[in-house]
């Protein structure tokens, strides 16, 4: 059991001792990307309050801690001169997490590509294989002595779909030609990372993580409604497991992606795959699909829970909390996953203070109603083990801003006052230390304890 964050996030300090420039300070630069045209240059200015901040995740009795390195603050330019005051701080704050018995997770890649390597290409350039191979022995070096999580990559369709097909997040680009590319860099990467660690660090226990989004046809009866789904699946769910796991894209189900051979070159089939020690479910919500003959490559559009009149969060995703069971049920059914960890699941609510409280009864519920899905999934069988709520603290939502908040506690971006929301609390309570705790293992309550 633990919290989930990301550098970017809630680090700021964007150019604070010798940090290089990400494409997610670029993009936030230019106006109208961002909501409000809100950027990460401060957030939650974890960088020089991370102490208060784990102290405060030990008081509410986290035993998991999961971050994100930030690339460009130890190679600022992506690659070749490394910055040790970067290094320096995730020492300190991986030194700082296990003076508590905090248990660091960390993830070498949540989108924050430095901009020196976007500059050439980015994802799009082949390239990219050899530079995160430099980033990611450099991290397991300094940070493998004391690290035993990691995962590779966060959330890879995410960072592809949204950044180098949409252009909706950074670096902004669109279109299916720099998708397919980035794809297929990612997927390599996804698999050179993992091979990495494990040469390095031989008993560290090495994962990635996926965005997951449980899929129904809108129209059930209707065989049209069914084949969009299915292609959405193959898009969504399956795009960067499936090679990972040895099966290939998931060309068959959406012929279009046959056009990623152009990016392949001879024996790259054999350097996709990679055994995971655990596979990272990020699930938050239930998306329906309905059949669009105008959408090109998909002929599919996901209908929003506005049009369906269904509860939904400040992110217009349907609340749904059996969501995560099916999602849990579906990859359990890849015989090759050894283990599913739900690195994330949370929800993002308007938040009040009143009284200098924050009473947020909804995430609340939401919380617990998904806890008790993965442990219903966990007492089938389902070889579960792990859950991550997202997030710590409030933070820098990408696109969105600070709009949408996720945290268990509520952050004054203002003042940068912390209130433990009443989400936050109970949480807390849940996880309820036993007195006789000896390592974080075997923290937890009953309940907790059952993950
Ligand atoms: C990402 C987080 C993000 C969260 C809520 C996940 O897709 O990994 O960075 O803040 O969902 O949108």
Known sequence: MGVSTAAHQIEGAHTADGKGPSIWDTFSGIKGKIQSGHHANHSCDFYNRYGEDICLMDQMNIPNFRFSLAWSRILPKGHGQ???????????????CLE????????????????????????????????????????????????KHWMVLNEPMVFVGAGYFLGVHAPGRRGIKSFLAATHHAALCQAEGGRILR??????EIGTTYSCSHLEPFRPTLIRDH???RRVDAILNRLFIEPGLGLGYPIADVPYLRRIQEFMRPGDEALLPFEFDFIGIQNYTREMVKYAFFTPFLQAALVPPKKRGVASTVMNWEVYPPAIYHILHKYNKYPQIKKLI??????????????????????LHYIQEHLKQVLKAKQEGVKVDGYFVWSFTDNFEWAEGYHPRFGLVYVDFETQQRIVKASG????????????????KNRGGDAAAAL
């Open 425 to 440: 609390k109970w949480y807390t309570e849940f996880l309820n230390p036993s007195p006789f705790w000896t390592s974080p």
């Open 342 to 363: 739900i690195t994330e699941n949370g929800a993002a609510f308007p938040d009040q203070v009143v009284n200098g409280e924050v009473n947020d009864t909804q995430r």
């Open 82 to 96: 490394a910055n040790q005051k970067g290094i320096d701080y995730y020492n300190r704050l991986i030194d700082g």
């Open 199 to 204: 040469n390095a660090l031989p008993h560290a």
């Open 100 to 147: 508590r018995n905090i248990e660091p997770w960390v993830t070498l890649y949540h989108w924050d590509l430095p901009q020196e390597l976007e500059h050439r290409g980015g994802w799009t350039n082949r390239d990219i294989v050899s530079w995160f191979q430099e980033y990611a022995h450099l991290c397991a070096s300094q940070f493998g002595d004391r690290i």
């Open 227 to 229: 084949g969009a789904t």
